[in-house]
């Protein structure tokens, strides 16, 4: 049976733990040749590694992703590398820190800006350039529960993540004619690195009893279930799907 992704290639941002290299390898099984990028170059080499090992084809490139000249980088090398861009998973981001917006330092806000918003505008300004040269492909940019209802005490987190969902709406409406998908991942709280800090800011059993008591799976959601939707939502299966935010969340909003 013909793999999902075969003979596809792209690029995932922030591909060296939790999600993104869960996503990289997933989609790699699937067929792929994946461009791995993060700031982390030990951990994105060490993704490619992984990739590797299964049998898949993947390069790795680092990239700042709050940086635009460097996010034209990533997508050239991409091209570059295996001739075409079909796919792209932006996933790169950063959580900030919890605190009410009275108490927020300014600095926070804009670092939280540039990574998890204005980068998802980089790439995309660069990736539907690409391809449209080779006419059509599928992006999921990875948004946030925190982007469909808001969570407390991180404003930067929270306005961040309701501009992807945005964004993603409206550039799946503006390249659809192109053939260019255009959709979000939601994830809801997933074992990631992000997720453990969030509980080593937070320590004790009542911040993590209070997460787990709002899913109704009752259960963190693990890297691999968040990259199943990816590899889903860039394959062709899923070709009449664009302008979506699809939440992987154990039935998290289901009941917001």
């Known amino acids: 049976m013909t793999s999902s992704m075969s003979d596809k290639a792209g690029l995932v941002t922030g591909a060296g733990s939790g999600i993104g290299q869960a996503a990289a390898i997933a989609l790699a099984r699937a067929g792929a040749s994946v ?46 590398a295996f001739g075409k861009l079909d796919f792209a998973f932006n996933n790169a981001g950063t959580n900030g820190v919890f605190a ?30 690409a391809m449209e040269e080779n006419g059509g492909g599928s992006i999921v940019n990875t948004a946030s529960g925190a982007g469909l209802i808001g969570i407390a005490y991180n404003a930067p987190y929270t306005a961040a993540k309701f501009g992807v969902v945005g964004m993603t709406r409206n550039v799946a409406m503006d390249y659809a004619p192109k053939g260019i998908r255009v959709n979000a991942l939601a994830p809801g709280s997933t074992a990631t690195p992000m997720m453990m800090n969030a509980f080593e800011q937070n320590p004790g059993d009542e911040f993590r009893n209070s997460i787990l008591a709002g899913i109704p799976m009752g259960v963190l959601a693990e890297p691999e279930d968040q990259a199943d939707a990816v590899v889903w939502l860039c394959s062709d299966h899923a070709r009449m799907v664009t302008g979506v935010t699809l939440p992987v969340d154990g039935g998290y909003l289901a009941g917001k």
């Open 35 to 80: 461009m791995v990028s993060d700031i982390d170059e030990t951990a994105g080499t060490e993704t490619v590694a992984k990739i590797e090992e299964e049998g898949g084809t993947a390069a790795f490139l680092r990239c700042d992703v709050s940086d635009e000249a460097q996010v034209e980088a990533l997508v050239d090398a991409t091209v570059s």
């Open 100 to 129: 009410p917006i009275g108490d927020m330092d300014s600095a926070v806000w804009d670092r939280v800006m540039k990574v998890s918003l204005y980068s998802v505008f980089y790439c995309l300004k660069h990736e539907v350039r």
